[in-house]
């Protein structure tokens, strides 16, 4: 889809008209890739299309969707549940109605025709169940309106399906209304779920009770309810989904005009204040413009360059998108990356923004190319971050909004690659199965309904001629979910005339922003080489080939005054030094701190040099640790009432017993250690003596804590994390160093935990005294077997990453690359950066008193992100 809609018509038509006259020979249906080739390519989606929808029809229909490693349907209620993930499931033959549209667009419009008489017969939606209102929303009723779209056009041509008498369009209006109970909230944004028999808020509706959602979720109904109400006639779908839009727009802040990811609707409160273009806010942005696009709004226009202005000026970091804090917008909030961002290039295209959209897909390809599929979630340094990969099409769709605006065959390469590595890896017997882990190449017994309405539209329309379609695409705007809109619903009569209202005075936006709302051809293409030389700079950064050259050092130059490995956060000296060579401390929220040097801020130029030479040695520092990067481990709760269900995620030591030769671990009672850092000799040996001790991080290195308890008896250590609010599901992994000389005398298995993971430790621990606890490599079963869990852990990066996760408790490291900036910076694990030396260290009796139960409701909580990737949504 590179349609603008009518608003921009005219200037589309010059645009692929400049385009023409600008690329000249790139022009001439690629150098690199013959017609024969893209054919075979295009036959090629055509055939693993049919595998997979014909693996559903045989296997798993009327389910909603197929579980293609045991190739059978899966049915709410009767596979074990996945949470969120199963609120797309509504018992309505959720994958075929997500694919009505695609087999259309492939030119079968046999099975369409077969297809829709299955819907129209089959497909019931009064069902007793509770769905996601956003999921329903871009999956059910988008598939219906996108089916009723290419019905219509059928019937209209005359030669098929001439008994369809809007039977499509009357299931969507009946979802709709089934939808709208959701929006009974005084905010206007609507509840995250609903029963499709009997709404919200009722003792039989098992819903209602929410108080937040995502703002993607409340922000991406626009288009579906707006095509709903112009096909339909009925005002009431439209008005409900502006209404929504409205509030979010109010609820921006002001300052940074930005948005948070999830958002209390009925106060309109912002529960989480982070915002990227990623999971949980995505579409949002996305239906701003496409509505514009569909239904001619200005203001919405004008919404969306206000926003884009803001992303561009803090959240984008070519080739990066980062996360920041909407009020404090040059703050980062957090370090990694989700694949949900990968729709953002394609977005760009579709408003012009070419150069940037060039960059992020470069990263993005060099990024799968290294892992074969875009990781659920990866480092800034692009390491893997969460390994899972649901066949999530976003990378598709920017591939082939990048190739549709500068048939660069480039583009057509990576596409290729994406087909390969899908035949490659995902390919089963019954369909294409999501990878558990990228690293490892492991299957889920998954294959969403997107996979089919969107991955192979966009790679069909990627490889296929203009003749190959059965139909203009340049006359419909694609939905999130990529369904099919037709733009002639722009001329239908809108809900009411809606004045445009500008901003107020004050609000600074760069004007020239406007210029992009259609494609500028002024900067695109200088030179036929441009998109080219755009890429390569990033293919260096994401592969690390290029060696790090070694510093030069001037006659007489002097050692620095401070040396990499020698640096403590916490030490005034040491900070002072640095602010001589311009090198500035920033503490980050989840526990690390960032160096960054300002070669204008040092005392004099020789110092400035000094700065540079010690963040090289902060690097090398890292890279040599990384060398010895080691899996995740995990802390097992065994005793009442848990027996084994609680599973925390630890870190592990470089030092001490490897628990992966273990092939029972150690198993024990856990005691806090008196002193609680474990810095001096142990108080109360005798209640350590055979235990597994608890120990506060900071005060002294890691070694040096696990000395003091081995010498008191205890047959192994837990390390937990004294910076607040930390988890493992939002920090990265943490290893701990020795103390720079040999720990062959520690024999016992040292683990760490952050601290939420170490709260629940600690309180289950006060609630039944008697906590017994399984260190191992892999948790096991409450039958002796062994779990098999997701190895979340980083790859080995390269020896030039400059990444360290191998921390001590007192020496600071670097985290992530230096940025190719004016000014370089490095991130580096803070141990004891904000420790208050001194003070009485903490002892669990301070702790505040919550449930176990309490406790574990508020560790899930950052697991949202995640968990909001895995909607379909996101």
Not at 370 to 379: D, I, M, R
Not at 625 to 642: G, N, T, Y
Not at 685 to 703: K, P, S
Not at 751 to 777: C, M, N, P, Q, T
Request: with cysteine; hydrophobic share 40%.
């Amino acid at each position: 889809m590179w349609t603008l809609g009518w608003p921009c018509f005219p200037i589309m038509q010059l645009f692929l008209s400049l385009v023409l006259l600008v690329l000249g020979t790139s022009f001439r249906l690629a150098h690199g890739m013959s017609r024969e080739e893209r054919h075979k390519l295009r036959d090629q989606v055509v055939e693993m299309f049919d595998h997979a929808y014909q693996s559903y029809m045989d296997h798993a229909y009327p389910a909603d969707e197929l579980m293609p490693l045991t190739c059978r349907g899966r049915v709410r209620g009767l596979e074990p549940s996945r949470g969120d993930v199963d609120d797309a499931l509504g018992k309505f033959s959720l994958t075929l109605v997500d694919t009505l549209d695609t087999l259309m667009l492939l030119n079968k419009t046999e099975e369409f025709e077969a297809a829709v008489r299955r819907v129209v017969s089959d497909v019931r939606l009064d069902n007793d169940i509770v769905v996601s209102v956003f999921e329903t929303n871009i999956r059910v009723l988008g598939g219906l309106l996108g089916g009723h779209s290419m019905a219509v056009m059928l019937r209209d041509r005359g030669h098929q399906m001439l008994w369809y008498q809007d039977e499509l369009l009357h299931m969507a209006k009946d979802l709709g209304l089934r939808l709208l109970p959701a929006f009974n909230t005084s905010s206007g944004l609507p509840y995250p779920r609903v029963n499709l028999r009997h709404g919200v808020r009722g003792p039989e509706t098992r819903t209602g009770t929410e108080t937040e959602t995502c703002t993607a979720c409340a922000g991406t109904m626009i288009l579906e309810f707006a095509a709903l109400s112009r096909f339909s006639g009925e005002p009431i779908f439209e008005a409900h989904a502006r209404r929504a839009l409205d509030f979010l727009w109010e609820k921006r802040q002001r300052n940074s005009n930005l948005v948070g990811t999830t958002i209390n609707i009925h106060s309109g409160e912002w529960v989480r204040r982070d915002s990227g273009v990623g999971a949980g806010i995505d579409s949002y942005y996305e239906y701003l413009l496409k509505a514009y696009i569909l239904l001619g709004d200005e203001q919405l226009l004008q919404r969306f360059n206000v926003h884009y202005a803001s992303i561009m000026k803090y959240i984008s970091q070519p080739p990066l998108l980062l996360d920041v804090h909407i009020h404090k917008p040059l703050l980062p909030a957090r370090t990694w990356m989700d694949s949900l961002l990968a729709f953002f290039p394609g977005l760009q295209v579709l408003k012009g923004d070419i150069r940037p959209a060039i960059e992020t897909h470069e990263m993005l390809y060099q990024v799968t190319k290294k892992h074969n599929f875009l990781p659920e979630a990866f480092t800034t340094d692009f390491r893997v971050h969460w390994a899972q990969h649901p066949l999530r099409p976003e990378f598709a769709e920017s591939t082939y909004f990048l190739y549709k605006a500068t048939r660069d065959p480039y583009y057509l390469e990576a596409g290729r690659t994406v087909l390969e590595n899908l035949n490659r890896f995902a390919r089963v017997p019954c369909g294409f199965a999501a990878m558990k882990d990228v690293r490892t190449g492991s299957h889920e017994d998954r294959m969403d309904s997107f996979f089919l309405a969107e991955m192979f539209k966009y790679l069909f329309l990627l490889f296929a001629d203009t003749e190959d379609l059965p139909f203009d695409v340049e006359d419909y705007v694609f939905t999130t979910e990529a369904h099919l809109l037709p733009l002639s619903l722009s001329t239908a009569p809108p809900l009411q005339p809606r004045p445009i209202t500008m901003l107020m005075s004050g609000e600074d936006l760069d004007d020239s922003n406007f210029d992009w709302t259609c494609p500028n051809t002024r900067l695109l293409f200088p030179d036929p080489a441009f998109p080219r030389n755009l890429r390569e700079p990033i293919r260096s950064v994401v592969d690390k080939s290029c060696p790090r050259p070694a510093l030069l050092r001037e006659p007489g130059m002097g050692r620095p005054p401070l040396r990499a490995q020698d640096f403590m956060a916490n030490n005034p000296e040491h900070l002072e030094l640095l602010r001589r060579m311009g090198v500035n401390l920033i503490h980050l929220k989840d526990g690390r701190v960032q160096l960054v040097q300002h070669a204008t801020q040092a005392v004099s130029a020789m110092a400035a040099e000094d700065g540079l030479r010690f963040m090289q040695e902060m690097m090398e520092l890292s890279s040599q640790q990384h060398k010895e990067q080691l899996p995740p481990r995990a802390v097992q709760i065994v005793s009442h009432p848990f027996f084994g269900r609680v599973v925390l995620t630890a870190g592990p030591a470089q030092f001490g017993t490897d628990l992966s030769k273990s092939s029972t671990g150690v198993r024990g009672f856990v005691t806090v250690a008196e002193p609680y850092p474990g810095c001096s000799e142990i108080s109360n040996q005798a209640l350590v003596q055979g235990r597994i001790a608890l120990l506060q991080r900071g005060q002294c290195m890691f070694a040096e804590k696990a000395r003091h308890i081995q010498k008191a008896g205890a047959i192994g250590g837990i390390i937990i994390d004294n910076n607040e609010g930390s988890s493992s599901d939002t920090a990265p992994l943490f290893q701990m160093a020795g103390d720079g000389r040999s720990t062959d005398d520690v024999t016992m298995p040292l683990l760490f935990l952050f601290h939420k993971e170490g709260s629940i430790l600690l309180e289950a621990l006060k609630e039944y005294r008697e906590v017994e606890v399984l260190l191992s490599d892999k948790a096991q079963g409450r039958g002796g077997d062994v779990v098999e869990e997701e190895d979340c852990s980083p790859e080995d990066p390269s020896p030039n990453t400059a990444v360290d996760q191998s921390q001590t408790d007192t020496q600071e490291h670097i985290q992530s690359t230096v940025e190719e900036r004016e000014a370089p910076s490095a991130d580096v694990s803070a141990r004891d950066a904000d420790a208050d030396q001194g003070a009485e260290p903490s002892r669990i009796k301070d702790t505040p008193r919550h449930s176990v139960d309490s406790l574990l409701a508020d560790w899930q909580e950052d697991l949202e992100a995640f968990k909001q990737m895995e909607r379909d949504e996101l």
